[in-house]
């Protein structure tokens, strides 16, 4: 929930249409599911965790939260920091118990409110905390389990339930954003079936995360929708490994990893050297909301709270000498590699392909989006062909490149085919390119660059020759 903009790129209406209907269909498979009840406590941390800060929201119905863990942040921006929070939304924060209280079931309620002349109301507190941070070669989990508020459809325009860190220099600056950066670890908007994780940093606009969009990643609630249900959403910042990374979850499935190595040094330096601190939040309006179909209007229904059932941040000291084994070599260079099996990815969409053999496809691709693929062993005799499946109902004069990168998302490309108009988003044709003789096993980024913010290709598959 970026401080300065907070508006991850969503400009595509393509990217928008399928992420819609995806969540229609998944909130009418799970209409009839029943809501989970909170907990009575925060899970026992596994081995080799502890716990380093916990609330579990027990309290008398209609109180505030504890103020030995929480502060809360009121109006409509920090003092002397940007207008609306940077973001453009339109609530007022406030701390009265309408905007932000206990239920007495062990949960807290942030629920935005309207009053007789339209104007918004809502509720943001802080960890008084600000040193959250894994310790040298140790890992640190923030994690929350929580109902996002349960309202969809045209009920929900304007909507944006939020939990995230910021990077402690942030608190008494607030100049200083996305270069002390910031970790999404759970944003929703328009009460759409699907979470949005993101790292922020660098500079803005552009630089080298991206911004405002930043590092990103998204996927639905299964089971139950995430606001037809209870679901845990947790980052774990690991510096155990040879290169230090952080990894999103969503009921305990990672979907969305971002590494050192995917920024310089000095951009990765500024926005980890130092603590975070916790936000729970749910705004109004503002730039994400506004690209999926704008801001709270007459339609949109007021008193909807995020159920939050416990907030909990665990540590592990970790002693494995700072290493971490290669890559496994668990995908086949040489056999198709299905796109959407990702292990990461930034901007792209699941969607299902009228191609030979079904299945799905990665769509709503633009400049600067790429997916992850961990671990593919090219064996010992070098491959020097790559080869993708590939799709384009991009307009008139709109083009752009299918990269390979190894190991690095800002690596020099190892090969490249440019894509224009195929003859639709389902017209599939097979690209081949020359490539770099490459041997091993590498992580290997498709990675997109265009001249131009518009979609311009769909991938079903890849794979490398000899």
């Excluded at 207008?83 to 007022?92: C, K, L, S, W, Y």
């Excluded at 600000?130 to 996002?148: C, H, N, V, W, Y």
């Excluded at 910021?166 to 100049?175: T, V």
């Excluded at 260079?333 to 799905?360: F, N, R």
């Amino acid at each position: 929930m970026s401080e300065t903009s907070g508006t991850p790129r969503r400009g595509s209406v393509r990217r928008v249409l399928i992420a819609v209907l995806g969540t229609l269909s998944l909130a009418a498979a799970a209409a009839t599911a029943a809501t989970l009840p909170a907990n009575a406590s925060a899970p026992t941390p596994p081995a080799g965790w502890s716990q380093v800060f916990v609330d579990d929201f027990t309290g008398t119905a209609g109180s505030g939260v504890n103020t030995t863990n929480w502060q809360y942040t009121t109006g409509t921006s920090y003092p002397g920091g940007p207008a609306n929070f940077g973001t453009g939304e339109v609530e007022t924060m406030t701390s009265s118990t309408s905007n932000v209280a206990l239920d007495g079931n062990g949960n807290l309620l942030i629920t935005p409110r309207r009053d007789a002349s339209g104007n918004w109301t809502s509720g943001r507190i802080e960890t008084r905390r600000t040193d959250f941070q894994p310790a040298a070669g140790g890992k640190l989990r923030i994690e929350s389990r929580m109902q996002l508020p349960n309202v969809t459809g045209a009920a929900a325009k304007g909507y944006w339930p939020a939990f995230w860190a910021l990077g402690a220099p942030y608190r008494g600056n607030y100049q200083n954003w996305p270069a002390v950066g910031e970790l999404d670890i759970m944003e929703n908007v328009q009460g759409l079936n699907t979470e949005w994780a993101t790292m922020h940093c660098g500079t803005n606009p552009g630089g080298p995360c991206n911004e405002t969009s930043g590092i990103g990643g998204n996927t639905p609630c299964t089971g139950t929708t995430c606001q037809a249900g209870f679901h845990t959403y947790a980052m774990e910042w690991d510096r155990s490994t040879s290169t230090e990374e952080v990894r999103f979850y969503l009921d305990g499935l990672n979907f969305h990893t971002v590494r050192a190595n995917q920024v310089d040094a000095t951009t990765w330096a500024n926005a980890t050297n130092h603590g975070y601190f916790i936000i729970l939040n749910v705004a109004m309006g503002g730039g994400f909301p506004g690209a999926f179909g704008g801001g709270p209007d007459s339609g949109t229904e007021p008193g909807h709270p995020l159920v939050v059932d416990y907030v909990q941040v665990l540590q592990s000291a970790g002693g494995g000498g700072g290493t971490t084994p290669p890559p496994t070599g668990n995908r086949d260079a040489y056999s198709a590699i299905q796109a959407e099996s990702y292990d990461s990815q930034s901007g792209v969409v699941s969607e299902t392909t009228t191609d030979t053999g079904g299945g799905q496809d990665i769509g709503t691709i633009a400049n600067g989006d790429y997916a992850l693929y961990k671990g593919v062993n090219f064996g010992s005799s070098a491959a020097t062909q790559f080869h993708g499946r590939v799709a384009s109902g991009a307009a008139g004069g709109v083009s752009g490149l299918v990269e390979v990168r190894l190991d690095s998302r800002t690596s020099t490309p190892v090969a490249s085919f440019a894509l224009a108009n195929t003859g639709g988003w389902q017209s599939w044709r097979t690209v081949p390119a020359n490539m770099s003789s490459v041997t091993g096993t590498h992580d290997v980024y498709l990675t997109f660059t265009s001249g131009q913010p518009a979609d311009f290709v769909n991938v079903n598959w890849f794979d490398f020759g000899h």
